[in-house]
């Protein structure tokens, strides 16, 4: 927080800056036609029905206009015709970390995933580029049928659960970037939870970019089975290029009667990532499914993570917090479509600019005809540190009928001269006390992220901090 | 394209062909009259009669028109309004505010009434067309000077190139006038199509209470496309009331402008009681320091009647601050739209600036729509925004139901109460009173 921490933060900033040259086994080359499907439907030995859905969510892709006629134009520096759509070393992950290739283990040893794994999580999945690198189960959890996956295995080796929920809650046609991802969707988690299973621990999942130009579209499709109960962490990493990346990702969420989820994400991409990402879940009686999400890096963030309430009594949270420094925009927010009666969302929304840094909150909750007992609260609440930074809020509200109770509260604010005053009284130095002040902006939001993460995000935020005062 | 050929104007998807056929100037020279206007206006509604053609209508896919009833802007059917029948009848329904300085009616855009006795010395209330040939400076500096920026570009092109006459206040510097001055606008005839104007401008220092009414003279289905601009100097204060009771079969468009200098001070209250789909656009722009903006709503929505409204406070200056607050009651299928925007420019620090919308739903089949929000570029900003949805409160429903209230008389009495608390915000007690007996009367109490 203070001076004193610094070499720590320092060593913090350059984890995920790096990269390794890398001779990969298979590369789609760059620019995306029927033919790059059909090199990853290949490669990857799709069963027919996959290969079909691909070529189905590239039709939808090229149909679709880019939503810049409500979202930023900055879109439209995207190159599709640049980006490298699949990049992989091998395509069966490794069950013992020993057998990871050593260029691809430097990489994850650098960002600390096994000494996470063995410390306490009960599973971990690492995607490096398009292909999961590593992936292993506890064996506690595995025993309890539970089933921690990358998604090319899921669709191989468990058909019946997976061909049931892919693309169901989110279609490919939902929005262009998904419809893309459905076209070259490559790793990612698939993870099915069975009747009454409670997983202890979190699952966990890193991502992390290492070329150059190119694009990473995992898709993750987690399904809680009636009663179970289950943490999912992603954390996201990619060393800063000169030309920029593209990480657009779909993620499924089912929660079946009585299920719980909560799906965490950091995202920390390189200043140079767009990223794009589409995540909803889909919750059923008495279900509830809880997304906390925070966002500090990349270079544009739109993500509005969703939850359908679609049985009586479920119940959808999403937690946000958003960091734009300078140059980065975080369009972030979330969507509620209560879909039965008695269901409830709950949206509390942080964001923070800094510098010429813009964050945006943009939010749906949409309550149909003849529900009752629907109850929404949403919360945005924004920090403006410099002159040059800027918030927009942009919420679209629809209740249709009586019996429903739906509010949205937003304000922004500063940090007010008083509090840095005083604290600087008491020996603080100026960046001090802002960071100290941001950090007690968000600490309630901070407080719900599991223990290391909460600390790393403290430290992400006081990093940002440094130079934006004055 | 000549000023004749209209029949030869034609735009591949622009459905209104009724407005198409009508002569560019109801009186115009063909019919062996002579225009009011002067000449470089009608040459100017020439413009923006090319402008309304070249323009698209609006798209599902424009955010202005998010969740809005595009079926609703064909216009096709309406015809240029004709002179009305009775002039006298109206004349003697017009009675609004008992204590008035001066009233002026319009019957089918044509003045057809003018009581300026109670006005003080140097106030103008004339109507637009005799503005712009007395008053040319001021007409040209103030008319419709900024761009319709909320989505109706196309249909303010058309409303300046139809315009056929409308009301102009100016009051100059220094002079208050106490008593509020009401101006009528009446439409009659089936699919007729009227283009209301009141334009105000008030000097440094100046004070004004401005009641505009827009009233179906029948039952009819009829199109109003209306226009306000309200001009405050430094210093001044401007009360705007406009009173909408077009009939249940209107379709209308109301689009404000309010710009305020220095220290200004404006309150602007829109009623909302006819109409089958009503478009509200209120665009503030708070122009010098210590300027306020205050944007008013009560909407009474019932049957299948859509109000659409969007809403624009736009801080240029330091020290300013907006309020903003519409309150909806939702009955039968009513749909309600409020889309509000609160921007503070780049230079506008220590703003205040507050949105709040309320729907009230009082049917299952009723649908409101919020869109509230914030787009802050400068610091040092106070600014919050609320939109709520909720339904009668049982517990002061089963209070009144104890005491031998029928439970409808509850239901519009809570109602009432919720739209007095906009009332309140108006600093006129007598226009108060006044504004709540009429929704005393609207509510049947």
Known sequence: ?470 | MTLSATSEIRVQDTPVRGITALPLHHHGSHEGHTSPWPEWFQHDQQKAWDLYESLPMPKRNDEPWRFANLKALDLSGFQPATPVQDEAALIARSSGFADLAAKLIFANDAVIHRDVTGLPAGVLLLPLEQAATEHEELFQKHFMSTEARLGSKKFAALHRARLRSGAFVHVPKGVVIEQPIEIWHWVEGENAAIFPHTLIVLGEGASATVIDRFVSSRDERSLALAVNDLTLGANSRLSYVGVQEWSDKATAFHLNTTEVQRDGLSTALQMNFGGSYIRGESDSHLLGEGSRSVMLSINPASGTREIDQRTFQDHFSPRATSDLLYHNALADSSRTIFAGLIKVEEAAHETDAYQKVRNLMLSDEAEANSMPGLEILADNVRCTHGATSGELNEDELFYMLARGIPPKQAAQLIVRGFFGTVLERLENEGLQTHLGGLLDRKLNL
């Open chain 1, 1 to 470: 927080m203070s001076t004193e921490t610094k070499p720590d933060i320092d060593i913090d900033r350059s984890v995920g800056d790096f990269r390794y040259e890398m001779e990969y086994a298979y590369d789609a080359g760059v620019g995306l036609s029927e033919a790059t499907i059909d090199y990853i439907s290949d490669v990857k030995d799709d069963p027919d029905w996959v290969r079909a859905f691909r070529k189905e969510g590239y039709r939808k892709f090229l149909e679709k206009p880019m939503p810049t006629n409500w979202a930023t134009k900055d879109l439209e520096n995207i190159v599709f015709e640049n980006i490298r759509y699949y990049l992989s070393q091998g395509q069966v992950p490794k069950r013992s970390w020993d057998d990871v290739p050593d260029d691809i283990k430097k990489t994850f040893e650098r960002l600390g995933i096994p000494e996470q794994e063995r410390k306490f999580l009960s599973g971990v999945e690492a995607q490096f580029d398009s292909e999961a690198a590593y992936s292993n189960i506890k064996a506690a959890v595995g025993e309890q049928g539970v089933i921690f996956v990358g998604s090319t295995e899921g669709l191989k080796e468990h058909p019946e659960i997976f061909k049931k929920w892919f693309g169901k809650v989110i279609p490919s046609g939902d929005n262009k970037f998904s419809a893309l991802n459905s076209a070259v969707f490559s790793g990612g988690s698939f993870i099915y939870v069975p009747p009454g299973v409670k997983v202890k621990h979190p699952l966990q999942a890193y991502f992390r970019i290492n070329a150059q130009n190119f694009g990473q579209f995992e898709r993750t499709l987690i399904i809680a089975d009636e009663g179970a109960e289950l943490t999912y962490m992603e954390g996201c990493t990619a060393p800063k290029f000169e030309t920029a990346t593209l990480h657009s990702a779909v993620v499924e969420l089912v929660a079946m009667k009585g299920a719980k989820i909560q799906y965490i994400t950091v995202q920390n991409w390189s200043s140079n990532v767009f990223n794009l990402v589409t995540k909803r879940g889909l919750a059923h009686e008495d279900a509830e499914i809880k997304w906390i999400d925070c966002n500090i890096g990349s270079r544009l963030t739109m993500k509005y993570p969703g939850v359908v309430m679609k049985g009586k009594g479920a119940r959808g949270e999403v937690v946000s917090i958003a960091l734009s420094g300078d140059g980065q925009h975080q369009d972030t927010g979330a969507k509620m479509i209560h879909a039965a009666d008695n269901t409830t969302s709950n949206i509390i929304s942080k964001s923070i600019s800094l510098g010429t840094g813009r964050s945006t909150y943009r939010g749906m909750v949409h309550v149909p005809k003849h529900l009752k007992g629907c109850k929404n609260n949403t919360e945005c609440d924004a920090l403006l540190i410099n002159t040059n930074s800027r918030t927009d809020t942009y919420p679209a509200i629809s209740v249709r009928g009586q019996g429903n109770a739906v509010q949205h509260e937003a304000s922004v604010s500063q940090i007010s001269s008083e509090q840095i005053f005083y604290m600087q009284q008491r020996g603080l130095s100026e960046a001090a006390a802002m960071s100290l002040a941001v950090n007690g902006f968000v600490n309630d939001l901070v407080q719900q992220f599991p223990m290391e993460y909460s600390v790393e995000l403290k430290r992400l935020i006081d990093l940002e901090m440094e130079g934006s005062v004055g």
